[in-house]
């Protein structure tokens, strides 16, 4: 009896291992693993060996460096810096987020309809999508420029006094915000309209007998079927924005002082500028973990939302 | 959508172009900008009187643009070509074979996307140095295929998943061809919609990234556009035409990409939406 009853798991064990076998087979694995390779090399395994580097004071380029534990992490929350610093990345998260949203709904709307100049404003509205972020801060650069720009113009000609506002940490990180705004609020725009052209016309039809007005066609009916593209844009622009960088640079480039600084650009001048790589990369921890947490939770609530609609 | 009177039509047209107006502002700055004659302060609201390319000439040469036009085009590219060779391939195996390795996998790229790229940049830089890549266009190459991996591979999968029928294949099995010929011969062609959404996506994405080239190409023999660019305004943040005349060249050819194949961005986008 328990000689049948080991040969049979025996025979099982055998069974299990060959269909392991033919299921990687049939896995196809060879043709993805030069993407996994890639994609690991390149990644994954640096984003796991930035968590251990942040445990370290090394400074990013001698060969010797010592583990302090968390040292690096009890000065990243008694640094006044990291809280500026996260408080504008959210600023520029979380503020790109709502305007883009906001506006991008806006002119999907109005585009939705049969205008004669639709294609001509979908098309400029979208241009500063395909230019390179770096050349857009550069451009609102000329515009903003506390010396020769366009915007001091207009306040010469006005009899004002210019305004540095590229130099004002109050107003800079909201130019930031701005600036982000006008070159991806295309990407929303288009997101939208398609997903209003996904709308059947027959539920405005069936309002417009029971007489609705247009809020609350847009409240009933519009709002609830668009959630998947709510959701899309969302998670895109709060990622987009969170990691925000070029713009910065351009702009700004952080200043005056931290004042503009987001998570993206205070890493990169830890690492270069004060060879201070293993706080770099407690840093990049806190900002992979801020991340995370703010996109899985746009997406959760989203989602929520799209089932409740 | 609805029936609106000729009245609201023509005040939305109105309100269309003065939207269309306001956002074409920074082209028209950048335009006045980069046609003025260095050392010409007059309002970026004007035009000059006269006609004159002495910014872009003289940018052309001081920035090294030909060398950077030269290096982004051959990084984009090759890493296009990368990313739509093995992102297909990939997508293939993992949107037909649901075994749980390919889920698994899967899920890796899709967490893959969660990753903001910078905070593996410690690690990376060191990687780069010690494999003796930093200052060639080789890791710019790999990199960026990287980056733009997962979301290849998610493009793909959607679309095979929907759109290419599974008879096909198993037909072409029976008469005893390869996978890898099935796929070549007989899928890959299907998957031309997807595969131009791909390469225009990643071409504008590489062709504009600053982030790692900055990093990994500081060496003026290898630098791209944007770092080129960067390096032009540190030296130029009082002649402003230059960085404009500069900043229209670096962006003309995906500019123009864009009005040609504008189909293709907008329906790309919209399609992936949609089904994403």
Redesign the interface.
């Known amino acids: 009896m328990a000689d049948t009853l080991s040969t049979s798991t025996e025979q099982t064990k055998k069974a299990v291992k060959k269909m392991k076998k033919r299921?990687?087979e049939?896995?196809?694995?060879w043709?993805?693993l030069?993407?996994?390779l890639?994609?690991v090399?390149?990644?994954?395994?640096?984003?796991l060996?930035?968590i251990r580097?942040s445990f370290t004071n090394w400074n990013?380029f001698s060969q010797t460096y010592d583990y302090v534990g968390l040292d690096q992490y009890t000065r990243m929350f008694a640094d006044p810096d990291t809280w500026l610093v996260v408080k504008n990345t959210l600023l520029y998260g979380i503020g790109s987020t709502i305007l883009q949203n906001i506006v991008g709904l806006g002119?999907a709307l109005?585009?939705?309809?049969n205008?004669?100049?639709?294609t001509?404003?979908?098309?400029?509205?979208?241009?500063?999508?395909?230019?390179?972020?770096?050349?857009?801060g550069?451009?609102?650069?000329?515009?903003f420029?506390f010396?020769?720009?366009?915007l001091n113009?207009?306040y010469l000609w006005l009899g004002m006094d210019p305004v540095n506002a590229l130099g004002s940490p109050s107003l800079n990180p909201y130019i930031i915000v701005f600036v982000n705004t006008?070159q991806f609020v295309g990407?929303a725009m288009?997101?939208y309209?398609?997903?209003?052209q996904?709308i059947s016309?027959d539920y405005?039809e069936a309002a417009?007998i029971d007489g609705a007005s247009t809020w609350q066609k847009f409240k009933t009916i519009t709002l609830p079927l668009l959630m998947?593209?709510i959701t899309?844009n969302m998670v895109l622009n709060i990622?987009g924005g969170?990691?925000l960088?070029?713009v910065i640079?351009?702009l700004t480039n952080g200043g005056p002082g931290n004042a503009s600084q987001s998570m993206?650009t205070f890493?990169?001048n830890l690492?270069f500028s004060r060879q201070d790589?293993g706080y770099?990369?407690t840093q990049?921890?806190l900002?992979?973990l801020i991340?995370?947490v703010i996109?899985?939770a746009a997406l959760f609530y989203f989602k929520r939302k799209e089932v409740e609609a | 959508?609805?029936h609106?009177s000729t009245r609201a039509?023509w005040l939305?047209?109105g309100?269309?172009?003065i939207?269309?107006m306001f956002?074409?502002?920074?082209?028209y700055?950048?335009l006045t900008?980069a046609f003025k004659r260095p050392g010409d302060?007059s309002?970026?609201?004007l035009f000059p009187e006269y006609f004159s390319l002495e910014n872009f000439s003289l940018a052309w040469e001081q920035a090294n643009l030909a060398r950077a036009f030269v290096n982004t085009f051959v990084i984009t590219a090759s890493a296009a070509a990368?990313l739509i060779v093995?992102?297909s391939?990939?997508a293939?195996?993992?949107a037909?074979?649901q075994?749980?390795?390919?889920k698994y996998?899967y899920m890796?790229?899709v967490a893959?996307m969660?990753?903001?790229?910078?905070?593996?940049?410690?690690?990376?830089?060191?990687?780069v140095v010690d494999a003796g890549l930093m200052n060639t266009r080789f890791v710019a190459v790999?990199?960026n295929?990287?980056?733009f991996?997962?979301l290849t591979?998610f493009l793909y999968a959607g679309f095979i998943r929907s759109t290419i029928p599974k008879e096909l294949e198993e037909a072409a099995k029976m008469d005893g061809a390869s996978?890898i010929g099935v796929?070549f011969r007989i899928v890959f062609p299907l998957l031309k919609p997807i595969t131009a959404t791909v390469l225009i996506l990643s071409s504008?994405y590489i062709?504009?990234d600053?982030?790692f080239a900055i990093f990994f190409l500081q060496d003026s023999s290898v630098q791209t556009?944007?770092v080129a660019?960067?390096s032009f305004?540190g030296q130029n943040t009082?002649q402003?035409g230059l960085?404009?005349a500069a900043?229209l060249l670096?962006?003309l050819p995906?500019?123009i990409?864009?009005?040609f194949l504008?189909r293709f961005?907008?329906e790309g986008?919209?399609?992936g939406?949609?089904k994403?």
């Open positions: 299921q990687r049939s896995s196809l694995w043709m993805y030069p993407s996994v890639l994609v090399t390149f990644i994954i395994y640096p984003f060996d930035g580097i990013g002119y109005l585009l939705n309809r205008l004669k100049v639709r001509l404003t979908r098309t400029i509205i979208y241009l500063p999508v395909i230019i390179s972020p770096l050349v857009m550069y451009i609102w650069y000329f515009f420029a010396n020769g720009g366009a113009d207009i006008f990407v288009i997101i309209l398609a997903g209003l996904s016309r405005y417009n998947p593209s899309i990622i969170l990691k960088f070029d640079v351009a993206s890493m990169y690492y790589a770099a990369a990049g921890v900002m992979a991340i995370l996109s899985m | 959508m609805d609106i039509k939305l047209t309100l269309a172009l939207i269309t956002h074409l502002i920074p082209f700055i950048l900008t302060f309002s970026k609201w990368i093995f992102g391939l990939a293939y195996a993992l037909r074979r075994t749980k390795l390919n996998v890796l790229f893959v969660v990753i903001p790229p910078l905070t593996a940049l410690v690690p990376l830089y060191q990687l790999l990199n295929a990287a980056a991996m997962p591979i996978t796929f504008v062709w504009n600053y982030q556009l944007t660019l960067s305004f009082s402003l960085v404009g900043s670096a962006s995906m500019i990409l864009f009005l504008q961005f907008i986008l919209a399609a939406s949609v994403g």
